[in-house]
Every structure is written in C-alpha cells, then in structure tokens.
C-alpha cells in the first residue's frame, strides 16, 4: 500500500489528462493497424507488426484450450494504455469475430468515448452497426475514421451521407481526401487550414499551410492539378450545404468528427490522434443506482467490474475482473466494499495492462482500467468502493441475445452440478438463461457464437458437468407485458420463453415473423433490450 493519496488539485490534473475509448469497427476495416499506429505514437511498441503477430495465431473455433492459451497473451491487449501529448490514453479492446461476445458490448460501457473505423470501400457494415447503436444510447462522442484511403473506394461524399442514412448521425469531415487510391496526393485538413501531404514534396515539406480562404499559394506545384481544384470544390460544397461544426453535438454523440485516412500507410492516423486527444472528453460524472451522480475526482475509490476474464491459465482457475474506476485513486493493498454483499475486499493483486507486459499499477485513477486477480468474488456489474458512503453504480444494461441453444445435461446423474455451473456462469453474465413456457426447458442465448463455447467448456473443467447443446440458430428476441401475453400467440414460428426474472419474452424466427405477428396483434407492445 502507497498510503499516500494524491492531494485533490493533483488528483484532478491527472483525471484531466486521460482520454478512454474502445475502437469500434467491423472485422478487417483497420482496427488493428490503427491501433498498432496509435502504439508507435505512445512508443509502447516499436515495430509494427507487433500486436498483429498476436492476433494471427487464430484459434480454432471449437478450441477452447487454444483459446485460452490465447487468451493468456491476448489479455494483456484487452487494455492498452500509453501516454501521448501530456495525456494518458486508455485503449480498451473490443473483440469482434469470432470473439464477439456480450463482454464486447459492456467494453462500451467503460469508456468516455468511441472511434468508428470504416473501410472507405466497404462503407458502414453489420457490426459496426450493432456497435454504434450501443455507443450511441450511451450519448458518448464518436469520432469516425474512414480508413484505406490508398485503395480506390467509395466517394467521401457519399460515406459521410452513409453516416446519416444509415446511423442517423451527424458527419462533420475534419479533413478531405484529396484524391484516392493511385491518385492520392494529401488530406485537406479544414480544422489546421493546411494540406497534409500523402508524400512529401521536393523540398521534404509534408505539410503546406492555406491562406485565410483556404487555398494554397498558387506557386505550389499542386496548385495547379485537378485534384486539388476538385478538393476546393468538394470544401466549397461542405462549407456551403455541408453540416456545420457543433462541439455540443458532438458531445452528446449526435454528430461524428470524421478523418480521412489510410492506417497501412500511416498517412492521417497522427492527426487523427492529435486532434482526438484534444477534442475526447476527460471522464465524466458517473450515475448511481439512487440517482446521485459521483465526481471522477471525488475523493474516495469507486467503480465498476464490466467483465471478467476467466480461465486465463487452464492450470489456475483464476479470474480477472476489469474495474472502470469511476472516481478518485486506487491504491494497491487498499480495502473496498463489495457494494452487493457489504464484504471488505483487499485488493492486493492488482495489475495494470500495457500492450506488452503486464506492469503493477503505478497510478491508476478514474479513466484507468485496473485488472483485479479474482477467486470469484466478483460478478460482472459490481461495484466495489473505498471510504464511508456506499456507492453502487447504476447496473449495465441487459443486451438483446441473437443466438441461441438449447442445452440439457448429458449425465442426468449429474443434475447438480450442471444446475450449480449454469446457474454461477448466467450470473456471471457468461450467457443469458432462458427456459420455454410449456416445457421448461434450457434455452441458452448470446450475442456472439464464442459465449456458448466459453460456457460449455467452463462447464465440463470448472463443474465437472458434460453438457449437450442443440442450436435453435439466430432468432430476434421481443419482451412482451405480460398482462399482454396470450399463450396461444406462441407458435413454431415465435418460441415462448421467460428469462431469468420471469418475464415473457417471443423467440421470432426472423423478422418477417416479428412482423407478421406484430400485424396480427397491433396492441401488444414489444420490446427489445440494449
Ligand atoms: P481489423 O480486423 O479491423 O483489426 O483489421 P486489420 O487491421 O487486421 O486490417 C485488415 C486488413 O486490411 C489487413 O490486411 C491490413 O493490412 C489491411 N489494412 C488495414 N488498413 C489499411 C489501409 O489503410 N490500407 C490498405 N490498403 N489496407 C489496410
């Protein structure tokens, strides 16, 4: 134990200087090579190259074993932090793939605020979409990339109209392409009133300053290409029927700052990242349960576990918790309150995540993420807490699963403990628990194919219970009133089902079943969650 808190002006000063955020995107849109670039920046890393080497060890699918043993370095990624520009940024990790899980849902709820990458080729795809909705309800700032510039893709002006369409969001372009692909020559940056060149020119210059219309001297060689008269004209648009600049908005999520860019060529990322770190908001208040709102730099430690790793050595049942801290310093050796038991808990395990290697927290403070060893004190949505007044943050919210299983017990010998293991792993937030109305059966359902193999193998290694699982597939889940509900709604085509609290809830087959059946009954009302 430190023992020596920071004295409050300290404390405030180093709250102001951290910047948390997830990168939010669909599979191969550039998350990772950003991600690498934003690392070289940090000097976290020092060659590029390095976190991808992690991720091409692809598991096999069913390969829990291989996963884990994946797991054990990838971990370290799952929280990625360097100091860039007199800030401290925390980049949390959100898995997608085959790794997509609720757990990449709950990153979302741990941090200020989000970077959407999109392939400028593809535009706005499946899971960046999913994620956005998350991000969005939370009214946190989203800041888009539209990455792979050195590739032909699609115009920017129609990317950005994609943001609106498609999202129902704002976009304000900080920057435009000036050409693409083969044809790229810089980024017009509107914000810094320069052109970035995407090479530099014969005088070794990578930045050209504008005058205070926004054009460059017209003895610049580039002065007198196509492409740049096309830029002009492109701003021109923007400026006159473009959306205009809105700091408030932007804030509140409602309008996205895009940059233009390309992650593989290094071209755009570091202005992105200047930009980002002045603009992304420093930790805010954090909502409790009872409606009071608790201050970062509020004295006492509070946050909150928004998942937990488990398993990381097959050898060692240990966990780790992921705490947000919400407010004030943590202390290594410090004893907190288990806001759901009243337990004293000493944390004197704790430890820090870097890209690389797994440091012991120096100062860790709201912003940070800390990762607490766990032997099962924990569930996901705790909060834990230091000093007098209890605290209990608001709950994370319940996500609306996809897919789903049934599953039964292979031994019924071993009822027990496949009851124990089921009833610990739902509560854990491992998978969510369903059971039909008539027969009562075992539903599992998730967000992402990985929970389900989590829980089976958890299952068989931690309890000791085999277990059979049978795929129903996707199903779009609706909760209904039950002063609504009429059993005879039910049909092969929308399974009746109640979760965990007993509220009814229809399995539809598709959305055409959604449809037809909220034809069939225009007065009942159905509802999704997150
Ligand atoms: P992730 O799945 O979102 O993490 O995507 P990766 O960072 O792994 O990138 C997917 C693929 O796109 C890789 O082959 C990258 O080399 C490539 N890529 C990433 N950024 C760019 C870019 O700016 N331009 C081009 N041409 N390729 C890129």
């Known amino acids: 134990m430190k023992g020596h808190l920071m004295k409050p002006q300290a404390l405030k000063d180093e709250v102001a200087k951290r910047r948390t955020f997830a990168i939010i995107s669909h599979p191969d849109a550039g998350k990772t090579t950003i991600t690498e670039q934003l690392l070289l920046f940090g ?14 060890g692809h598991f ?7 996963i884990e043993k994946q797991r054990g370095i990838s971990v370290t990624s799952s929280v990625m932090q360097f100091d860039y520009a007199g800030r401290r940024i925390n980049i949390l990790d959100t898995p997608g793939h085959e790794d997509f899980s609720e757990d990449t849902y709950r990153t979302l709820m741990a941090v200020d605020a989000a970077v959407m990458v999109i392939d400028s080729a593809k535009g706005i795809e499946a899971q960046t979409k999913k994620l956005f909705k998350v991000v969005k309800k939370r009214g946190i700032p989203i ?12 115009e920017p002006l129609d990317l950005i109209a994609e943001l609106e369409d498609l999202l129902g969001i704002e976009g304000y372009a900080m920057n435009w392409p000036m050409g693409m692909g083969k044809g790229l020559i810089g980024l017009y940056d509107r914000m810094a009133n320069q052109i970035e060149l995407y090479r530099e020119n014969e005088a070794g210059e990578k930045f050209l300053p504008l005058n205070e219309d926004g054009k460059l001297d017209p003895s610049e060689p580039i002065a007198n290409e196509s492409t740049y008269r096309d ?11 473009g959306n205009q600049y809105d700091l408030k908005k932007i804030m509140a999520g409602d309008q996205t700052p895009v940059f233009f860019g390309s992650a593989l060529t290094n071209f755009g990322v570091e202005t992105f990242l200047k930009h980002f770190v002045d603009m992304a908001p420093q930790p805010g208040p954090h909502k409790m349960q009872d409606g009071e709102e608790v201050m970062p730099t509020a004295p006492d430690f509070s946050g909150f576990v928004f998942k937990i790793q488990a398993n990381m050595n097959p050898n060692h049942r240990d966990r780790i918790a992921f705490v947000r801290i919400g407010a004030g310093e943590f202390d290594r050796g410090m004893d907190v309150t288990l806001a759901r038991t009243g337990k004293t808990i000493r944390l004197n395990n704790a430890t820090e995540f870097m890209s690389d290697s797994r440091e012991s927290v120096q100062t860790a403070v709201a912003g940070d993420i800390v990762g607490l060893y766990d032997t099962g004190n924990f569930q996901i949505g705790d ?3 230091a000093g007098k007044q209890k605290r209990e943050y608001e709950a994370l919210p319940q996500f609306t699963p996809e897919l789903f299983m049934r599953v039964t017990a292979k031994n019924v010998m071993k009822q027990k403990s496949f009851h124990k293991g089921m009833t610990q792993l739902v509560q854990e937030g491992a998978v969510q628990l369903y059971r039909t109305y008539s027969t009562n059966d075992y539903i599992l359902g998730a967000v992402g194919q990985l929970q389900f193999e989590v829980f089976k193998f958890r299952m068989q290694n931690e309890y000791n219970s085999e277990v059979e699982m049978t795929t129903i597939g996707s199903r779009v889940a609706r909760w209904i009133d039950p002063e609504q509900l009429d059993e005879k709604m039910s049909s ?25 059946f909220a034809d069939k009954y225009p007065d009942v009302t159905l509802t999704a969650k997150l």
């Open 143 to 154: 800041f888009t990339f539209m990455n792979k510039l050195d590739r032909d893709g699609r």
């Open 383 to 385: 909060t834990i807490y």
């Open 492 to 516: 092969s085509r929308n399974l009746l089902v109640k979760d965990i609290h007993d509220q009814p809830l229809f399995l539809f087959e598709n959305q055409y079943a959604l449809r037809w």
């Open 231 to 241: 830029t002009l004209d492109d701003i021109d648009l923007l400026n006159d029927a």
């Open 60 to 66: 096999a699918k069913s390969d829990w074993m291989a």
């Open 43 to 56: 000097g976290v890393i020092r060659e590029a190259g390095t976190v991808k080497a992690k991720k091409s």
